[in-house]
């Protein structure tokens, strides 16, 4: 069976259909040869530059409209509406880039394709991702944190994707400024939030220059455990996560890892007892399993889970 | 029915016994004369001094065994264990509190009476009170905030309550200092978490006295406010809640709620777009429905959802 998976961000639309095996949806099942993850193989994917809605869109419709897909799922940028009774599901709500405010994203795909669509938070999808073949196998509780253009924090918990009222927004919140921090910051809500003070753009404006010209900076990393270390400490107390997968483009410099986890014990300072936090946070802070394809591998299992709900509906 | 519930404290141990109408176990019944909530009559209860836990357990199991009760459900003063695969089950773990530590709590209910036993932390008992009967009836999400002796965080979400590898510790999120607090804190943790610097022993060692004989110095509730306001402001950032239910003896000081919902609109910024949260804000933030019951009321409720479980695996 065919299933598409978008991770639809705010620079490009990556699109991918994945040949899913039937008994992957059931259980536990092995991975055959050739295939990515365990029951899936990902046939094919394109990557689509975001513009305008209607062209952008169009062109994504017209992908999958060549491929035989039983079931699409969306892993979206920002803030998105998530609540089935609302009448803006599935739309992308009170975005600021330009025409894609209020974009019914899930009702596009459902009228064009005629298949069920499944939606989350990007965040959400690449959690999903890892909860399912990923660092969080079997977990119960997990948190997936990009840490890139901007901050984001996927959520599962309790068995399912945390979406509450809208849904969590972890990746703005407020942090204590370093003492040596006179930048500004990045973010138009708030002065001291992870996003504002952590993201790549607030590295870059804050020193002048690109994260991957700064690796030999060790103040410029000092600073960006610092931030990141309190924002995961504070997931950690919210939380209690069975394991926290930290990636996007910052974290690609190798120091920050081991600088991150020192820090976060320093500021729990031996208050969570547990074997994780305390003797083994290298397993407990850890990058995607999946590597660069969390998003997109948890878009296709949110296609799966809609496909499954859609079929008890039918039954 | 008879069910028994104890909400377990550092300082106190208030056990009780409720007649439990069978129709409470099942759906959405309607309050009948003399009853407490739908379905649930409180027919006694007591309070005991927390002292060493042989005697104060003692006393206790005592007080149950004069009841015909079916099942017993216990909030419980933590860190606790709830991880059911655990050797340490249903223990008191790391407390610092004089012979409590590793003080087996469910085993002993369960011998001493030998009937199903729940169990979890005491704020998410009362999260469960207010979700069931209370502030957040019918809410998906929700969280309960204590501000007392110390600060605790009930998590309800995705249909339950909220675990993860331990349990969550929101009360020890980490905060900005306010510019004119030279207080050193009184966490032994954490330099500033929330429970070093706005619980109850907090605001009477930075002010000299006891809150209730501060209510007129508006300089200590607005730092009061300061604080509580950043650690919810992160609380809706992390788990999007539908309630936010804030109570303990620090918030009985009337003029808090509104400063504390007040800083939290100003903090967050117009950043998260919800009506509960930009022109309902008052009934978003609120006390608890069940008075200074939500605690007990939980604890029954433990009880009754472990005396299902029960049933079900008898069966």
Partial sequence: MLIGGIEAGGTKMVCSVANVRVEAFFADCRRE???????????DRISIPTRQPEETLG????????WEIQALGIGCFGPVDLNKKSATYGHITSTPKPGWAYC???GTFEKALDIPVGFDTDVNGAVLGEVTWGAAKGCDSAIYITIGTGVGVGVYCNGGLLHGMVHPEGGHVLLTRHPKDTYKGHCPFHENCIEGLAAGPAVEER???KAYNLVDRKEVWEMEAYYIAQAVTDYILCYSPEKIILWGGVMHVQQLFPMAR???KELLNGYVHHPMVEENINQYIVPPALGED??????IRLGMLEY???SEEEA
Same sequence: chains 1, 2.
């Fill in 294 to 299: 969390p998003g997109i591998l948890g878009a």
């Fill in 308 to 310: 499954e709900r859609w």
């Fill in 104 to 106: 019914d994203m899930v």
């Fill in 262 to 264: 020192e820090k976060v």
């Fill in 207 to 209: 020193w002048g220059d």
């Fill in 59 to 66: 062109e994504m419709v017209a992908y999958f409209k060549k």
């Fill in 33 to 43: 040869e050739g295939e990515d993850v365990a029951g899936i193989k990902i046939l």
